[in-house]
């Protein structure tokens, strides 16, 4: 707790300090340089002449967009006495155990390594490289020996992680404690329940046009749609980075919808970006990673055997390398729990100046990690584009779909609050799955990890995500997993499985999200 | 411009980020020696054979020299606390110094949430900082402070506040026996009274310090990498390191 004046100093001079230097930085200060050849600025009212210049000509509205995209990012600031492994997750036994879980795939990767005799990284032989450029457009239809190669780990063995958190300080021995829970996460994390996601979704009530709902074919559509997509227009014309949020919550028009996204997460597509990319590209030619292998394999085995996504094959390697060679990722370790993996250039001795993270973007893919690139595939056919995007979206949500942390959009959160919101509001629901042993997360885990892509339809997945870009949040992901189980509730009590319980829900395909999500968190009697 | 190696790149993003308050940190001064008592629960009951938890504790802070303090600010902490009550003994006024001045116990933080709900996690192992324009009553002539720790709910085995740190006010007072004509020349360190939202005159001037500062300390680097992710063309690894 710093007092107010002082904090939003601090939080000021933080973000000036982050923008020095940047592309934006640079072209507002040659903006400004040029338009003093300007006739109406006059030299007595400089300073507020050219701030009307900027302003008026839409460079304003770019810093704006820049400033919001900064403070989405950045966690708030802490207090100055907290050493850096607090901001990134403050309670300890979370850190410890994401530790001890990062060991755990850094021993299987390194086990993988020495099986197959293949090095983590080395450089591509020339001819590899011009091959490699040649076929760029068309890698999937290589199709290297994976067999060795196994995922480093799948969400089963993520969620058993999850099972095990305990906090030390906390009394498991009571029969009947302060909060009986039924379900399997066992840490105190506050979580929202219905009341509270009334008070912060209120676009999502009954009586408020969505997306997902009153865009229905046989509802007219000047009752809300077509008011709702001028809108939108607007929202694309002024440029404005946190009105495009707040309309998404509502839902966004699938014309409009790849822009909207671009907008709020003020992903740009100038040259400089298109040049980030090639360098990146280049990369991916000159070094040949292990992870390379582990990419390919997860696509073979997932986006490829999907019906909306195997088309995609090629983009998604384009995305997925390139994004593992991507070092401005290393900025979200500064508020993820997770710690990249290091290493050192091979035949020198150890020292801070052959240290290396690898990958270069510190992040290590497992199985089903590229189902967070392929809905975006339907959004954008530039490769660039579709890839800052996707990189700007791992390192603001989907990043805590895989690390352990008490962040409110942290899985561990969700886990629980699903839990919760199921045992509070179906208990005999729960109570009966439990019995036949069928724990309602076993199931939904694998939902929540991947924000639901590849199990819902394209078009409502979206829809989803809309609201998670809308209201800057995973909760809703949580609320959907529970919404889910409430809408096959009749079903589920019949089984006596946990085989029969799973194939009640094995198919989530035909699902509308934003009529479940709204029935659950407005129509619930609480 | 020296290209940062990745590690390094980290480490210099957050140093940075921390040099600003840093500096504002040993502008002031260090914090006070003090001495933080054994904790002492209060339970109803016979404390030996009852096994139910205390939900409050008493702590005592005394300061070893014995000579009165202004504090500033008092930084902590938090272990599982949910409330906090500070209180303080001061050395009443107009009295002869020496040891038998009369002191007396005023309340300064009464039930401060540190926990925002006690059973769940959120601020159970937070930093927290307590300034003096926070407090009910000025904190002066303090000769021990006192803090109160309630946690009720009996989700959790223990609690406590750590690393307890009392910081004086910068300026000189006139009961330490300084003359005068000294005190008038070193200028005091005005508190900022804030209401609401900040007049952005003052917050653009106190940035312009705190800009000042970051520009004597730093030469022209930015923070945006170059992006090369190996070392002189090389980017061979065998293994993963474990440290």
Not at chain 1, 47 to 68: I, T, Y
Not at chain 1, 110 to 128: I, W
Not at chain 1, 182 to 200: A, S
Not at chain 1, 266 to 295: F, W
Request: glycine letters at 4%; proline letters at 6%; a negative charge.
């Amino acid at each position: 707790m710093m007092d107010e004046g002082t904090e939003l100093s601090f939080t000021i001079a933080q973000i000036v300090q982050r923008f020095k230097g940047t592309h934006l930085h640079s072209q507002l200060e040659r903006q400004a340089k040029e338009c003093l050849h300007r006739p109406d600025i006059k030299l007595e009212s400089l300073k507020d002449d050219v701030r009307k210049f900027l302003k008026v000509s839409g460079w304003e509205r770019k810093l704006q967009n820049a400033v919001c995209r900064e403070l989405h990012i950045r966690p708030p600031p802490g207090h100055p006495a907290a050493p850096p492994e607090h901001t990134k997750e403050p309670l300890a036994y979370m850190r410890k155990a994401q530790a001890s879980w990062e060991k755990r795939i850094l021993k299987s990767l390194n086990s993988m390594c020495a099986e197959l005799g293949v090095p983590l990284a080395h450089k591509r032989p020339l001819p590899e490289q011009r091959e490699l450029s040649n076929k760029w457009n068309e890698m999937g239809t290589d199709e290297p020996d994976l067999s060795k190669f196994r995922p480093v780990y799948a969400p089963k063995d993520f969620l058993e992680v999850l099972i095990s958190l305990r906090n030390p300080n906390l009394d498991y021995s009571e029969e009947v404690s302060s909060q009986s829970h039924w379900g399997l996460i066992q840490v105190p994390l506050h979580i929202r329940d219905i009341p509270k996601m009334r008070e912060t979704c209120p676009e999502l009530t009954l009586t408020t046009g969505q997306l997902g709902i009153d865009d229905h074919p046989h509802i007219p559509s000047d009752l809300f749609e077509s008011e709702h997509v001028r809108l939108g227009k607007r929202v694309l014309s002024e440029q404005d980075s946190a009105a495009a949020q707040q309309y998404s919550r509502q839902g966004c028009p699938t014309g409009q919808r790849a822009e909207l996204w671009a907008l709020i997460l003020n992903s740009t597509n100038e040259p400089e970006d298109i040049m980030h990319y090639e360098q990146l590209k280049a990369g991916v030619l000159q070094h040949d990673l292990l992870v390379d292998n582990l990419i390919y394999k997860d696509v073979k085995l997932t986006a490829n055997n999907d019906d909306y996504y195997f088309v995609f094959e090629d983009f998604l390697y384009q995305v997925l390398l390139c994004f593992s060679r991507d070092t401005t990722v290393l900025e979200h370790f500064n508020y993820n729990s997770a710690t990249p993996p290091k290493s050192y250039i091979q035949g020198k001795e150890e020292g801070d100046e052959y240290a290396v993270i690898y990958p270069p973007n510190g992040v290590i893919p497992f199985h089903g990690f590229s189902m967070y690139v392929a809905p975006l595939c339907f959004l954008y056919n530039e490769p660039s584009r579709l890839y800052g995007v996707f990189r700007e979206m791992y390192m603001r949500y989907f990043f805590r779909l895989h690390s352990i942390s008490s962040h409110p959009s942290g899985i561990v959160s969700l886990c629980l609050q699903f839990e919760r919101l199921l045992q509070n509001h179906l208990p005999q629901l729960f109570y009966h799955l439990r019995e036949i042993g069928a724990q309602p997360l076993s199931i939904a885990f694998k939902w929540m990890v991947r924000a639901f892509s590849g199990y819902l339809s394209t078009d409502q997945l979206l829809l989803l995500w809309d609201r998670i870009l809308g209201y800057d949040s995973l909760e809703i992901v949580a609320v959907l997993a529970a919404a889910v189980f409430a809408f096959r509730a009749e079903n589920l009590m019949e089984v006596t499985s946990l085989a029969s319980a799973e194939a009640v829900l094995a198919d989530l395909s035909t699902l509308k999200v934003m009529p479940l999500i709204q029935i659950f968190v407005f129509a619930t009697v609480i | 411009m020296k290209s940062l190696s990745q590690t390094n790149f980290l480490k210099e993003c957050h140093r940075r980020d921390k040099v600003i308050l840093l500096k504002r940190d040993t502008m002031s001064n260090g914090p006070v020696d003090c001495v933080v008592k054994t904790p002492v629960s209060l339970q109803i009951g016979d404390t030996v054979t009852d096994t139910l938890r205390p939900g409050v504790y008493i702590t005592d802070i005394v300061f070893p020299n014995g000579k009165p303090i202004k504090i500033q600010e008092m930084l902590f902490k938090n272990y599982y606390t949910a409330f906090l009550s500070v209180r303080l003994l001061r050395r009443e006024d107009g009295h002869q110094d020496g040891a038998a001045a009369a002191a007396k116990w005023v309340t300064c933080v009464r039930n401060l949430p540190l926990m925002a709900n006690p059973h769940t996690e959120a601020g159970s192992q937070d930093y927290f900082s307590l300034f003096r324009q926070q407090m009910l009553v000025e904190p002066d002539d303090v000769t021990s402070v006192r803090l109160i720790l309630r946690q009720p709910s009996s989700a959790w085995l223990n609690f406590n506040i750590e690393e307890i740190k009392i910081y004086e006010c910068a300026n000189e007072d006139a009961q330490t026996g300084a003359p005068t004509w000294l005190s008038s020349l070193t200028p005091a360190d005005e508190p900022l009274h804030l209401q609401g939202l900040p007049d952005p005159e003052t917050v653009s001037s106190s940035i312009q310090q705190m800009w000042a500062l970051t520009e004597v300390m730093q030469s022209n680097q930015t923070t945006a990498s170059v992006g090369r992710f190996d070392v002189d063309g090389c980017y061979d690894i065998n293994l993963l390191s474990y440290t």
